[in-house]
């Protein structure tokens, strides 16, 4: 497949040492993390030193965060998931924060969860889905969020095979079939993506690949992400899930 590669590889350089936040910043994440309940306090268990374990175990950088993911793609694709993070003990550290590795926005297609095909559980990834991965502002924000505020290394783009909301742009575009109102915002985003090189079916899949790498750079683009691209302390990749095999193959 063109432009797809099945071995992922290191894409970034390890970031250096994080520098000190600031204060508002950590009161902000404390509190959009879900670790200050105010009247429950009593009944937690001691949040700071909970956190940190919790925290200081995640890959940090986008290498590990990417090799993290690789790694349990594989095991669910060849059907060995280990179901990390969902114990009791996992359950009971959530309550005191989170420290997702890795942002992955994907499609909202039922078959394509990515804590499934990722393996993953508990407060390991932060999910911003939308039909298409289409970008609009809560999207955007939802994402810089991740990225800023709880300092993730890596964002993934995970687009998929047979995708739906695809098709139907391309469909749209094609006959100039009018769409209902909100699908239509869908469609236009993914629109710039379509290849008219292609035809038929293959027109939609290498529309899909073309969709994640918009998708990729507009996010790249961003300047509050490009800051930490430039110092390697993120990465912005794009991929594809394909139903077939359930592998995740990266997209260059
Ligand atoms: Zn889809």
Known sequence: MPGVTSTPELISPDRPDRPDRPDRRALLRAALAGGAVLGAGAALPAAPAVAAGRGAGRPDTPAAALRALRHGNHRWSTRHQTHPHEADGDRLLAVSGQ????????????RVPPELVFDQGLGDLMTVRSAGCVLDEAVLGSIAYGVLELDIPLVMVLGHQSCGAVTAAVHAAETGEELPA????????????IDHTQTGPARVDATITANVRLVRSRLAAEPDLAARTATGRLAVVGARYELATQQVLLVT
């Open 99 to 110: 420290h997702p590795f890795a942002v992955v926005l994907g499609c909202i297609d039922s």
């Open 182 to 193: 909100h699908i239509s915002y869908v469609a236009e985003q993914i629109r710039p993506a």
